[in-house]
């Protein structure tokens, strides 16, 4: 039995990543999750926060949303905003931070409140 | 019959404008490409998140509680139609299918004596249907200044139906669009997005998997439903996009062969009302010479 899984990053205009990892950890809405092969089937949708494929080597995407299905050794994350953190520059960013800062205290319900102060968070922490 | 000099006018501007088809193919065909691979790319996202609710669905037991999203509001009385057209011309009878069908549609809602919304993504689509069902349009979208489609755009159509549908102003929702078959065949569709048509999509993974949820289905369903609308009218976008490129490269290449012909028909009877002439003028002088 191979413990390799296969995951799928899929947004609206593109395939994002399909390829085999051993592990990942996904932030899901209620906390962060890590996922290994044969989990039971799940769903699930994202808070803002950090991917993280470990294969050979590690990936890390940063996402806003996204809807989340295991099965059969499937993990397929649905998002909007997948961003391959390698390949984000500082600027771009330190944009995001500010444009996030701004947006935490105009937020009316709780859950608003609770996914734009993750947003902050997380993106304080890819700043660094 | 004109004169030589009129003929010669018009197999220029025939000409000119098999030259301006004639570029206008090639444009589509460059765009289609485009556009076709930006629809393939689409397709699996609107699948898998189809799939996803399909199993959520599933795993509900009990309708009453389901979001109205999905169950619908259980009455039969409103309708939203939204219909998606290109905002260029000159493609065929791309427009004229959807409209054609959304017509039809619009009469048999009508005649059922119920009451009928509409919102036209597109400016050709509003000029065709503004004519006879005017009245009933309450807001019409136009990206003609955008260059791609983007979510950014199918985002803002479906926002604006999920408002109206929790301001209690319809209770089914219905897009038009031209499903991209291939370069020759778009096949104009109606496809009804709210509630959710669970029924026609596949059945056949039979694999009742018993998922984990978290948070509860509700919540889950509560989120994915208004992505999912954004979702349907992306994918409707952009078989749109794709069907108006293979329409327009299709009409244009047609508009190229007919001004062909024309110019040899025209040709012809330009060399034959020169030759009657330089006859005539023969004739002429042979009479002139002889009565001399």
Same mark, same amino acid.
């Given at each position: ?128 | ?51 996803? $609710? ?5 795993? $509900? ?131 009804? $997005? ?25 919540? $889950? ?72």
């Amino acid at each position: 039995m191979s413990d390799k899984f296969t995951v799928e990053i899929i947004s609206p205009d593109q395939t994002i990543l399909k390829q085999q990892t051993n592990e990942v950890i996904i932030p899901s809405f209620e906390g962060q999750m890590g996922i290994l092969s044969n989990h039971i089937p799940l769903i699930t949708f994202l808070r803002p926060g950090i991917i993280t494929i470990k294969a050979e080597g590690e990936k890390k995407y940063y996402v806003e949303e996204g809807t989340v299905e295991f099965s059969n050794n499937n993990l397929l994350i649905l998002t909007l905003t997948a961003r391959d953190i390698a390949h984000l520059d500082k600027s771009k960013i330190n944009k995001l931070l500010q444009k996030a800062e701004a947006n935490l205290n105009t937020q009316s319900t709780d859950k608003d409140r609770y996914l734009a102060s993750y947003k902050l968070e997380t993106l304080k922490e890819i700043s660094q | 019959m004109p004169s030589l000099d009129d003929l010669k006018k018009r197999i220029k501007s025939v000409k000119s404008t098999q030259k301006i088809t004639k570029a206008m193919k090639m444009v589509a065909a460059a765009k289609l490409r485009k556009a076709q691979e930006s629809a393939e790319k689409g397709r699996p996202y609107s699948q898998k998140m189809q799939n996803i $609710i399909l199993n959520l669905t599933k795993s $509900i037991n009990d309708p009453q509680s389901a979001p109205k999203l999905l169950v619908g509001t259980g009455e039969d009385k409103k309708y939203l139609c939204v219909v998606l057209t290109a905002d260029r011309g000159l493609c065929g009878g791309f427009n004229s299918n959807i409209c054609k069908l959304a017509k039809t549609n619009f009469k048999k809602i009508l005649g059922e004596g119920k009451e009928l919304n509409i919102i036209t993504v597109g400016s050709k689509g509003y000029d065709q249907i503004k004519r006879e069902y005017g009245k009933y349009i309450i807001k019409r979208f136009s990206f003609k200044d955008k260059k791609n489609i983007s979510f950014n755009e199918a985002d803002e159509v479906g926002k604006e139906i999920i408002s109206l549908f929790n301001q209690n102003k319809f209770d089914k929702c219905i897009i038009f669009y031209n499903n991209f078959k291939n370069v020759i065949t778009q096949i104009p569709q109606a496809q009804q $997005i709210i509630p959710a048509e669970t029924k026609n999509l596949k059945e056949s993974n039979d694999e009742n998997f018993l998922y984990e949820f978290e948070p509860e289905e509700d919540e $889950i369903l509560e989120d994915l439903l208004p992505k999912n609308i954004s979702t349907q009218v992306f994918k409707a976008l952009l078989e749109n996009a794709a069907s108006e490129q293979g329409s327009r490269m299709t009409a244009m290449d047609n508009a190229t062969r007919n001004a062909g012909d024309l110019v040899d028909k025209l040709t012809i009877d330009y060399n034959r009302s020169r030759q009657a002439s330089i006859t005539k003028e023969l004739i002429e002088i042979i009479s002139g010479a002889e009565s001399l």
